[in-house]
T-cell receptor, first 114, second 114 residues
Framework: AQTVTQSQPEMSVQEAETVTLSCTYD???????LFWYKQPPSRQMILVIR??????QNATENRFSVNFQKAAKSFSLKISDSQLGDAAMYFC???????????FGQGTRLTINP | DSGVTQTPKHLITATGQRVTLRCSPR?????VYWYQQSLDQGLQFLIQ???????AKGNILERFSAQQFPDLHSELNLSSLELGDSALYFC?????????????FGNGTRLTVT
């Protein structure tokens, strides 16, 4: 079964600091996609970043970047210069090429301390 | 704003009742997905439609049903409601039906069964 594990239920960081959220996944597939979604208190699920498994280069979106380690099946999210607006639940998700289902981890609640 | 519209935002109903949740996808998106988010189970995939046809089924109960109409909007019908059905129900849409097409989520419908 395809599973996504986020081992940190909660994390906190000081404003302007850097924080890394962990995600591991279990798969026997070689072609797949990985995503990080953010869910602020407004409840909306917002796409943060996307990574194709066939690309060795780590994806980057402004202050958000990933560390994709395919052999280790690890996909961590780094948030630089943390801002109060980054406070949210962060979900890691995985989807096999050709599959319909997007599988989510259990989430990490990130708190930003001013 | 993701462009995905869900109505209603909140729904309070009694056990045994039936409700309908509605979703309008982003303009141009052909796929619609339904997810259930409970406090103890994270985001669970229920069902997916692509251009009016069912494409994938997840952990959807027999009491639940969905459809996608010719104008691509979708409805999720929940019947014989139980207390455990209380959750946040998300609709998402994407251009493609699988793989790397990112899902764009609506703001969800908060269902409370009393």
């Amino acid at each position: 079964a395809q599973t996504v594990t986020q081992s940190q239920p909660e994390m906190s960081v000081q404003e302007a600091e850097t924080v890394t959220l962990s995600c591991t996944y279990d798969t026997s597939e070689s072609d797949y996609y990985l995503f990080w979604y953010k869910q602020p208190p407004s409840r909306q699920m917002i796409l943060v970043i996307r990574q194709e498994a066939y690309k060795q280069q780590n994806a980057t979106e402004n202050r958000f970047s990933v560390n994709f380690q395919k052999a280790a099946k690890s996909f961590s999210l780094k948030i630089s210069d943390s801002q109060l607006g980054d406070a949210a639940m962060y979900f890691c998700a995985y989807r096999v090429q050709g599959a319909q289902k997007l599988v989510f981890g259990q989430g990490t609640r990130l708190t930003i301390n001013p | 704003d993701s462009g995905v519209t869900q109505t209603p935002k909140h729904l309070i109903t009694a056990t045994g009742q039936r409700v309908t949740l509605r979703c309008s996808p982003r303009s141009g998106d052909l796929s619609v997905y339904w997810y259930q988010q409970s406090l103890d189970q994270g985001l669970q995939f229920l069902i997916q439609y692509y251009n009016g046809e069912e494409r994938a089924k997840g952990n959807i109960l027999e009491r639940f049903s969905a459809q996608q109409f010719p104008d691509l909007h979708s409805e999720l019908n929940l019947s014989s409601l139980e207390l455990g059905d209380s959750a946040l129900y998300f609709c998402a849409s994407s251009v493609g039906s699988s793989g790397g097409s990112p899902l764009h989520f609506g703001n969800g419908t908060r269902l409370t069964v009393t």
